[in-house]
């Protein structure tokens, strides 16, 4: 019951959100991009490019990223196993 009226609730909700045009920014004309910022073509410019330095080079990143990727995808298969 509780799962289903959370449902209900959130997509009310959003139907609210969406007929009152909340958060709609009506100098974008290009779909769902028009929320907020998320396709601002200068989108470059709002974020401070000084606060993303890192000495760490970026294969140590990539590395980082497909190991948790392999762990995540071996977990997966040890929770799915068949006894």
Known sequence: ???IASVVIILCMALYIMLKGL???PDYDFGAGAYY?????AIQNLADREAFV???PKWVHYLFFFAWGALMWALWKWVDRKD
């Open 1 to 3: 019951m509780v799962t």
């Open 23 to 25: 958060g709609l920014n």
């Open 37 to 41: 910022y998320a396709d601002d073509p």
């Open 54 to 56: 890192t000495s760490v």
